[in-house]
């Protein structure tokens, strides 16, 4: 092989939210841990997120995390695993009073306790309302200052971290347990492999699979596109979050927080729309609800603009003093990129590809699960999930603002917590398969010795055009149809891709082509996954499923009440049962859903 | 638009040299970034980091007309040409705009960047006042984009004795913070010629800084304090 061998108890690939909150525990505990991210830790993903991580504190009034497990199944379209979701709930004041001791600088209320602030879909008595404040806040840049946090509380630990690696492929034996990663040093272009006794993938989401995404460039999907390589499925791509408040043409996040804070969008004719669609909770519906009622308003004829395609969203009436301490990052933001200043006048909006719900099946211990001999759940040995690119599922068919950082939080810390029982109990590394780095070594070559071959800027240009086409916030069965036959089409040419660069120094068009493998495998799932689902559920609405009776919303319980697992062979589809069952509490009824 | 871009590669390249590229625009592209993207098209091999693309991330730092920015937030409008890139100044290339940071790090790891409290940590949060808070604005924000480090001279001149504008920023976030129980020690740790001393208010830092931060005034904070406790 010739390869590097470096051995680690434990390899964390990615250095957001997830996988720092792992580290942490990980190092803490004293154990050899490598963490690898293609980017410096700080430059992670969730350094942009803004309007809060969500937690039953009760700061701000009454509140507690039953509430907040209801708002999450209900948010979820009844997707969610209430075991998960229960878990998630009852941690989050406890990770989140975490994050301030570790020196997070949260907003304060006058008593010195968090601030706390609306989000859409939390309410308050089991979903009855009127809204809770639940959005524990650090102005509108929550996530940098989650991030950076994290990050120090690392370099107190002594994290060893492989800045500027990218893992390429997972490595597993002959029995299907994980031993590691194959990765690549950008800067020397260099390949090792990283064996571990446990190895957590906290790679994010895939947001670059959409032409207009509020994703960064480094959101390609990486951990989904290696699990599926080794015959890992994945779990509900179906479901794919647009936020509301995109900036028109730019694809920037404007925060839920700007509606939290009182803000509210508008139509052309100036008309709060919102109080049509969702009378009780308007603005504030979940995110589901709002993207489709702008998408409404939009085809309807009724969107601002010379070519009536956005809507507009109004803070001004809320004062320059809330807003510039509430929501700094978002009136810069404005400025720079909607060239308005939301002091004066409302910022063009449009629902943006945003966060996928599904991900790498998981168990609320962050154990990878797959179906096997014992059922449908089978852990995989050794091998972790954690944040955007794991599927718990805690946010099933539509995520609830606030619950990513939280989902961030709870289950890093949970896999990191896991992954040490493990490393406990089975001591001593497992011998590395032969072609341990085949697979890598392969896709390097090629990529080496392919003269001409498709442009990887045009091939990746193809596939964001075609999901936005075929797969956004409305799906309609033809579209989807044609969809799949596209993306299968892109899927050949991605395996013709080649580039004329072929330095060993820091070649970042390397990396964008090997970014493609992983993108073409979440966007063919999420297509196929798309298409196959019959019935309307959360962030997944056809055109061909509409409510009806005993069909709420579009939504079928009798035959699609279940999860989806595509497989990378042959785009196949397999079904699991979704977990009704909480850990301690009654069950959450499936009912329709209304905000 | 006609962009030149300071180009290096040390696996084919015996010394760095400037290549031209002629951007076709479209209407959508409105930052810098949107142009090097376009360039990359055409070139492949032309290597730059970027992430985010809206300013938070602090990968895609370069000096652009010969001032130190972020590419992703500065508009193509506000550009003369033609936009001369290079990578920023007084740290190592790696390649074409890519710069070697490790120095930059190691000076922000160097002033213990976290919160350290020792008291048993209570049940529920530190309880801290909106006006102890409010003495983080302006420092918690920095995006490490060193934007300002690469723009000091003292930096130049000692990028392994003095601290930078970046790395003492940070010193103060945690000395301001009320929650934070370092501050002897902290000061301690500055306390040196060339650590913190270094800074002579050239005020670079403020110039460039692309989140509109001050690292002079929180230099000229630690320093006041520095004197205080003498007295």
């Known amino acids: 092989m010739g390869l590097a061998v470096r051995q680690f108890d434990a390899v964390v690939v990615g250095a957001g939210g997830a996988g720092l909150r792992a580290s942490l525990q990980l190092a803490e505990a004293g154990l050899k841990v490598a963490v690898l991210s293609k980017v410096f830790p700080t430059r992670s993903h969730t350094v942009a997120a803004q309007g809060g991580i969500g937690a039953a504190l009760g700061n701000m009034g009454p509140d507690s995390w039953q509430w907040h497990m209801y708002d999450t199944i209900k948010g979820s379209d009844w997707l969610g695993d209430q075991d998960a979701i229960e878990f998630l709930c009852r941690e989050a004041p406890k990770v989140v009073i975490e994050l301030e001791h570790f020196g997070l600088p949260f907003d304060r209320n006058d008593n010195g306790t968090i601030y706390q602030r609306p989000f859409g879909g939390h309410m308050q008595n089991m979903g009855a309302g009127p809204a809770v404040q639940r959005s524990c806040c650090a102005a509108d840049r929550t996530g940098h200052a989650m991030l950076h946090t994290l990050y120090q509380r690392n370099v107190r630990a002594n994290t060893q971290f492989f800045v500027e690696w990218m893992a390429l492929d997972l490595i597993r034996d ?68 647009f936020h509301p408040t995109g900036v028109y043409g730019a694809g920037v996040l404007i925060t839920e927080a700007v509606r939290g804070e009182g803000g509210y969008l508008l139509n052309k004719g100036g008309e709060r729309f919102m109080e049509r669609y969702a009378p009780t909770a308007k603005d504030l519906a979940s995110r589901d609800v709002v993207s489709r009622a702008m998408a409404t308003e939009i085809k309807e004829g009724r969107g601002a603009g010379p070519d ?288 | 638009m006609h962009i030149r871009i300071l180009r290096y590669d040390p696996d084919r390249d015996a010394k760095p040299y400037f290549k031209d590229y002629d951007v076709a625009l479209d209407a959508s592209d409105r930052m810098l970034l949107d142009a090097l993207v376009k360039v990359k098209a055409m070139d492949d091999s032309f290597a730059f980091r970027r992430s985010c693309r809206e300013g938070v991330c602090g990968s895609d730092a370069m000096t652009i007309n010969g001032k130190n920015g972020l590419a992703c937030i500065t508009k193509l409008a506000d550009l003369k040409g033609p936009v001369e890139l290079r990578p920023l100044p007084g740290l190592p290339v790696i390649r074409d705009l890519i710069v070697d940071m490790t120095q930059f790090f190691k000076q922000y790891h160097s002033i213990r960047p976290y919160l350290v409290n020792d008291e048993p940590p209570p049940e529920k949060e530190r309880r801290q006042s909106p006006e102890d808070r409010e003495a983080l604005d302006g420092l918690y924000e920095c995006i490490l984009c060193a934007c300002c480090s690469t723009a000091c001279p003292s930096f130049w001149w000692n990028p392994d004795k003095f601290v930078g504008p970046a ?65």
């Open chain 1, 174 to 241: 002959a029995s299907g347990q994980v031993l590691g990663v194959t990765a690549l040093e950008m800067e020397t272009g260099e390949v090792s492999i990283l064996q571990a006794r446990a190895t957590l993938f906290a790679t994010g989401g895939a947001g670059r699979i959409f032409a207009a995404s509020t994703n960064a460039f480094i959101n390609t999907g990486d951990g989904l596109g290696m699990a599926a390589r080794a015959g890992i499925p994945l779990e509900d791509l179906e479901f794919y979050q």
């Open chain 1, 308 to 595: 009536a395609d956005y809507l507009l969203l109004k803070l001004d009436h809320l004062g320059p003093e809330v807003i510039e301490k509430r929501l700094p990052g978002i009136r810069e933001i404005a400025k720079k990129f909607a060239n308005v200043d939301p002091v004066r006048d409302p910022i063009p909006v449009v629902p943006t590809a945003h966060y996928q719900m599904g991900g790498i099946p998981t168990n609320y211990h962050g154990e990878v699960v797959v179906p096997g001999r014992d059922g449908p759940n089978n852990v995989v040995p050794g091998f972790y999930a954690a944040g955007e690119c794991a599927c718990a599922s805690v946010h099933g068919a539509n995520r609830l603002g606030t619950n990513s950082l939280t989902d961030l939080v709870v289950f890093g810390k949970a896999s990191g917590d896991s992954m040490i029982r493990f490393l406990q109990e089975n001591p001593g590394h497992q011998t590395l398969p032969a072609d341990a780095a085949e697979r890598s070594m392969a896709r390097l070559a090629r990529l080496d010795g392919q003269k001409g071959g498709e442009s990887v800027y045009e091939v990746g240009n193809e596939l964001r055009r075609t999901m936005q086409a075929h797969c956004g916030v409305f799906r309609f069965p033809d579209l989807l149809a044609e969809g799949v036959k596209k993306i299968r089409a892109v899927s050949e040419r991605v395996a013709r891709t080649g580039i004329a660069d072929k330095s060993q120094v820091f070649n970042t068009a390397r990396v964008e082509a090997l970014e493609l493998d992983n993108l073409i495998e979440v966007a063919r799932a999420t297509m196929v996954s798309a298409d196959a689902r019959k019935e309307s559920r959360g962030a997944h609405d056809r055109a061909d499923c509409h409510d009806r009776p005993g069909f709420p919303n579009g939504r079928d319980d009798q035959n699609w009440l279940k999860h989806t697992l595509w497989y990378k062979d042959g785009d196949r589809l397999e079904y699991k049962p979704v977990n009704l069952k909480p850990l301690t509490v009654e069950t959450i009824p499936p009912k329709a859903r209304a905000y």
């Open chain 2, 167 to 231: 790395g003492l920023l940070q010193a103060y976030r945690f000395i301001a913070d009320s929650r934070d129980q370092a501050t002897n020690e902290r000061l301690d740790n500055l306390e040196d010629p060339y650590r913190l001393f270094r800074c002579h208010s050239i005020m670079n830092c403020v110039d460039v800084c692309p989140k509109g931060l001050n690292p002079t005034r929180a230099i000229g904070k630690i320093k006041a304090l520095m004197v205080k406790r003498s007295v």
